[in-house]
């Protein structure tokens, strides 16, 4: 079975923190996303890559960045949390064009 | 940018009812995606709606897509607590099968 894994389902952190979110899918997706979801804002697109070594921005890039050394793996980065990045943020993957984007269980980051 | 509201945002309902869930586009809709989500994990794949006035069903669940209204509907029946969860409508935005999505539904069934 195809799968997205995150290492960390819970993270608790505090303010000032680096934190490191870690997914990696197991399919030779060449796309991968990581979104945030909060209550009354839906999934919003943090950041994506669609190869290794390449990134782009997506709706709320402030205050994160990524990195993709390998195909598999996709690490978001929060390099001085702060409490209003408290969430749930979910990775994804997919292949070149194709339209179905496959999830992780998500992680749920809490930062004091 | 292309926006997707639902609605309800919440729905209680009584196993064994039937209730619809709708997704509006502030654009025209080219395909839309349905995914649900139980709660605190990820999203899973429900269905994918190409053309106007396409309807496909997966098990108790049919979505239906107008692209005149902008809208995109998805329907239970006889809903059941597995179907419990929030469901989303996600749309491609730009490049790299980037998905935008709507803020969801929080779907409760009780028994």
């Known amino acids: 079975d195809v799968k997205v894994t995150q290492s960390s389902r819970y993270l608790v952190k505090r303010t000032g923190e680096k934190v490191f979110l870690e997914c990696v899918q197991d399919?030779?997706?060449?796309?991968m996303f990581w979104y945030r979801q909060d209550p009354g804002l839906g999934l919003r697109l943090i950041y994506f890559s669609y190869d290794v070594k390449m990134k782009e921005k997506g709706d709320i890039p402030e205050g994160y960045s990524v990195s993709r050394e390998k195909k598999e793996r996709f690490s978001l980065i929060l390099e001085s949390a702060s409490t209003n990045q408290t969430s749930m943020y979910l990775c994804?993957?997919?292949?070149?064009?194709?339209?179905?984007?496959?999830f992780g269980a998500g992680s749920r980051l809490t930062v004091l | 940018s292309q926006e997707l509201e639902q609605s309800p945002q919440s729905l209680i309902v009584q196993e064994g009812k039937n209730l619809t869930i709708n997704c509006t586009s502030s654009?025209?809709?080219?395909?839309l995606y349905w995914y649900k989500q139980k709660y605190g994990e990820g999203l899973i794949f429900l269905m994918m709606?190409?053309?106007?006035?396409e309807e496909k069903s997966h098990e108790k669940i049919t979505a239906k897509l107008d692209e005149k209204k902008q809208q995109s509907s998805l329907h239970i029946t006889a809903s059941q607590p597995s179907h419990a969860g929030i469901y989303l409508c996600?749309?491609?935005?730009?490049?790299?099968?980037?998905?935008?999505f709507g803020t969801g539904t929080r779907l409760q069934v009780t028994l």
């Open positions: 709606l190409q053309k106007g006035g």
């Open positions: 996600g749309v491609h935005t730009g490049t790299a099968s980037k998905l935008t």
């Open positions: 399919m030779d997706h060449e796309n």
């Open positions: 994804a993957s997919s292949l070149v064009g194709a339209n179905v984007l496959t």
């Open positions: 654009k025209t809709l080219y395909g």
